[in-house]
């Protein structure tokens, strides 16, 4: 539980006040709204009432009252479309992100996230989409090994079938063979599959073992 | 199928931080409206109303008197209802204007205007 206690409150500076920068401009505008309506609408009754009396007292106050809860609607209503407008900004970009999550998931590496001017979290989209470069890179050197793979072992096969299996012969396709599992091992050698594993604990093992094959 | 119920109980989860936060935030709300602002309201509504009826029963008192010092009846009759469309009607009133809380005017034993919701009659 203490491990995942926040220590940072300004982790995302930029993105965080600018947040803070709408919350508190929408409240202050609010409050400005509201508190100018009270102060027009009292002040202007009082002053456009010519005979003016104590008992039209609660005339001024029931319409002020009125006046407050319509404005009060109309500001509930124009909060709501704004923050509807705003939301959007940070919940377009997540949807992408957990569409395009998925589709990588399931095998698709070729979607990249495309996000709108405007639109926050550019960074994660930036860093999402290196993610699946890389990954798709990672793939692609993978296939291309093991092509290699399939082609030393065709060769193989060709060569017991045409019986001219010499120490010679066998010893140039064990070596094919072990450079081949070797750039296999170094593509998948860089994935942290293990907490507290690194990776230059994984490169020493790839070398060690290979070093056993050999 | 449990992998994908503990995924839907972790997001329940994350939601329902937020949800918290919104629940707590709406009752604070909710309470200080109940117990400060309402009460703090109807206090301010009253006392307003007030000062209008006693205004009211003022101008309705003096009306009265200009009634009686002008006419050989008195217009009092004690324990009924001011009669204020004849305050009206002979120009003793500029306006009818009834108790905000919707009281009534009418005469007490001495034959000063009361209102029926505000009682008070000085």
């Known amino acids: 539980m203490n491990k995942h206690r926040r220590r940072t409150y300004l982790i995302k500076t930029g993105l965080q006040l ?5 919350i508190i401009s929408t409240m202050l505008l609010v409050a400005f709204g509201v508190g100018w309506i009270i ?16 008992d039209k007292l609660s005339d001024i106050f029931d319409s002020v009252n009125t006046i407050l809860m319509r404005w009060i609607i109309v500001f509930i209503l124009a909060i709501a479309i704004l923050s509807i407008f705003v939301s959007h900004k940070i919940a377009g970009p997540v949807y992408r992100l957990e569409e395009t999550a998925k589709f990588i998931a399931s095998g698709d590496l070729t979607q990249q996230i495309q996000l709108r ?4 979290l550019q960074d994660l989209q930036e860093a999402f989409n290196l993610m699946s470069d890389s990954l798709r890179k990672m793939v692609a050197k993978d296939r291309e090994v093991i092509d290699k793979l399939v082609m030393t072992g065709s060769r193989l096969r060709e060569k017991i079938d045409q019986k001219k299996l010499s120490p010679e012969s066998i010893e140039e396709v064990t070596r094919e063979l072990h450079v081949v599992i070797e750039e296999l091992r170094l593509v998948t050698s860089g994935f942290k599959i293990e907490e507290g594993q690194n990776e230059e604990t994984g490169d020493d093992d790839a070398e060690k073992d290979g070093q056993d094959t050999a | 199928m449990s992998e994908n119920l503990l995924c839907s109980d972790n997001r329940s989860m994350r939601q329902g931080n937020i949800a918290l936060y919104a629940i707590v935030f709406l009752m604070v709300g909710i309470v200080l409206s109940i117990f400060i ?19 009211i029963r003022q101008k309705i008192q003096v009306a009265i008197e200009d009634h ?3 006419n050989t009846r008195s217009i009092v009759e004690r324990g ?3 009669d204020l469309d004849t305050l009206k009607e002979k120009g003793f009133l500029n306006e009818i204007r009834l108790c905000p809380e919707k009281g009534e005017y009418k005469f007490d034993e001495r034959g000063r205007v009361i209102c029926t919701f505000h009682k008070s009659g000085e």
């Open chain 1, 117 to 120: 001017h405007g639109d926050e």
């Open chain 2, 80 to 82: 009924k209802r001011v």
């Open chain 2, 68 to 70: 009686d010092a002008n």
């Open chain 1, 39 to 54: 102060y027009h609408t009292s002040w202007s009754r009082i002053a456009n009432t010519p005979d003016l009396t104590l």
């Open chain 1, 18 to 22: 600018r947040y803070m920068g709408i």
């Open chain 2, 37 to 55: 602002f309402f009460p703090q309201f109807l206090n301010m509504q009253s006392g307003i109303y007030g000062i209008s009826c006693r205004e």
